[in-house]
């Protein structure tokens, strides 16, 4: 990068830390207790919880990972963009008034108030280890080297500095503000890593068809390689067991997309700081919008890239001494060889954004779980609230500074999108199924909770045995499909005649929404039924 690039991300990096101090600080010159500070005091409006929604869930996951598999996959890959969209309405509508009627700070409150605190605890301690050993490593290791690429050379000089640097980065705000600081900031963020990412497809687009713009780029994309640009693929594709054909639409990406909207504690938490119900919704409802243009931002530069590459561009990058390809160097390569001077120090500000608001989302619900669901029961039931403060704060700490030194153990992995899918998928199934279980089922007891979520992994890795040959999003369906049945025979045999004690009781009036949720969400639907006709 060049000077003026440094000028720009510099202030980038000054206005964000800033914004995040500001946010951080109420009328009484700090954050004083710990609504605020884990559910930002119930104040979120809906478009700060859309936004904030996005910004979490956009990281170098989907900006590194998921371009790497556009150019692997081509646009198949956007299915899990725009059947979230379709999620995350059903998230609004049948999950939410649930969660938000119990007062909930985080999702494992409501194992312990729908079963008991022994599978609260344990569904606790499974989501902090996944935080800090898959999530913040993951999403620290491809941003460190993106910046590696970006501002080096690819030759992994920058990657332990860029460790350093993002995590600090996000802890500059985010461990001292907890979640006000950080839904805040990230209405900022979305908007610049949206604007960065627009900017980047614009150019390269522009880049395959200098004479012609970016209209013309479009029409060489989709002449040069058609078979990027299928949704749905069929059994010779070479990346089917990645995105095995119609069962994308009915099958495990259900599981996959259901349990990280629905449930996984960094996203939902934003819903959970809502004014009301309402704006809960609308906030859901605005970020299904925003997840239907994504792919433009995260799959079409992979698939430029590898157009790109079949013309003989970048083959020093994306080409490995063993003949194998490097996916995930993707977008950080377009953004070095193609973006001008300036905007180039806006596009990398745009992707520091994406990652380090999605890693303060996660330090903040490690925090949140961490001192809510372990330290507050267990450790000290009559905590007040500067101790819950201090305890949330620590612990954020702590995570961070394990996943540093964990990152750089991931080596180099080629799609890592795909491979943070396949492994989560390993214990998402057992956790959806005690959900859903638990939310429509009311015989569902605790102790065939507990069966079925351990029982899911031995399902889970009997289904992964290459004999079945079974694609991954395949192994996940059918394992919450047996995990379900499973609860419902052990729940059975304890009981057979009466619901559980704990069940959930709802009614007509509990799925209620607004006229105006209900015409966008339709809206929502609309709009990704024609998507997939279009690409089929």
Do not use: C
Not at 429 to 450: D, N, Q, R
Request: aromatic share 12%; net charge neutral; no cysteine.
């Amino acid at each position: 990068m060049q000077p003026l690039d440094w000028a720009v991300f510099g202030t980038y990096i000054v206005g964000i830390v800033s914004l995040g101090l500001w946010f951080s600080r109420t009328k009484k010159g700090h954050t004083t207790n710990s609504n605020d500070y884990f559910l930002a005091g119930n104040a979120l409006p809906w478009w700060a919880i859309g936004a904030s929604l996005i910004a979490a869930n956009i990281s170098a996951e989907q900006f590194i990972g998921m371009s790497g598999s556009g150019f692997a996959i081509g646009l198949a890959i956007a299915s899990y963009e725009w059947m979230a969209a379709v999620t995350l309405i059903l998230v609004a509508k049948f999950f939410l008034p649930v969660f938000i009627e119990k007062g909930l700070y985080t999702i494992p409150q409501f194992i312990e108030q729908r079963y008991d605190g022994t599978l609260k605890t344990i569904l606790a301690v499974f989501w902090l280890a996944l935080f800090v050993f898959v999530n913040l490593t993951s999403v620290m290791y491809l941003g460190a080297k993106a910046m590696d690429t970006i501002i080096g050379v690819g030759d992994g000089a920058w990657v332990v500095p860029g460790l350093l640097f993002l995590g600090f980065l996000a802890a500059a705000y985010s461990i001292w503000g907890g979640l006000t600081a950080v839904a805040w900031t990230d209405v900022a963020q979305v908007v610049l890593l949206l604007i960065g990412g627009l900017l980047t497809t614009a150019i390269a687009l522009d880049a395959l068809a200098p004479a012609g713009g970016i209209l013309a780029g479009w029409a060489v994309l989709r002449e040069a390689a058609p078979t990027h640009f299928h949704m749905i693929l069929d059994r010779s594709h070479a990346e089917f067991d990645n995105l095995p054909g119609i069962a994308v639409l009915i099958g495990g990406m259900w599981v996959a997309n259901v349990y990280y909207w629905g449930f996984n504690q960094y996203i939902i938490q934003r819903a959970l700081a809502a004014k009301n119900l309402a704006e809960a919704q609308k906030g859901l409802l605005f970020a299904a919008f925003l997840k239907l243009i994504l792919p433009l931002v995260v799959v079409i530069p992979g698939i430029i890239a590898f157009v790109m590459f079949t013309q003989g561009q970048g083959t020093e990058v994306f080409q490995a001494a063993d003949g194998s390809i490097r996916y995930d160097s993707a977008y950080p390569w377009l953004i070095r060889t193609f973006i001008p001077v300036g905007l180039k120090g806006l596009v990398v500000a745009a992707l520091v954004a994406a990652i380090v608001s999605s890693l303060a989302s996660m330090l903040n619900s490690v925090a949140t779980i961490f001192t809510m669901d372990i330290y507050k029961p267990h450790v000290n039931p009559g905590a007040a609230d500067a101790t819950l403060l201090r305890t949330g704060r620590i612990t954020a700490a702590v995570a961070l500074v394990v996943a540093m030194v964990v990152a750089p153990q991931l080596g180099s992995i080629p799609q890592m999108f795909q491979y943070i899918q396949e492994y989560t998928g390993l214990v998402s199934p057992g956790i959806l199924a005690v959900f859903m279980m638990g939310l429509f089922y009311k015989k569902a007891t605790a102790k065939a909770a507990v069966i079925g979520v351990l029982g899911s992994i031995g399902i889970a890795l009997a289904l992964k045995h290459p004999s079945l040959e079974l694609p991954f999003l395949d192994q996940m369906g059918y394992t919450a499909a047996l995990t379900m049945a499973l609860i419902a025979f052990v729940s059975l045999a304890q009981n057979p005649a009466d619901d559980d004690p704990k069940a959930i009781r709802l009614t007509a009036g509990t799925f209620h929404t607004s006229r105006g949720f209900t015409l966008g969400a339709y809206g929502v639907l609309l709009i990704t039924a024609l998507l997939y006709a279009l690409f089929w």
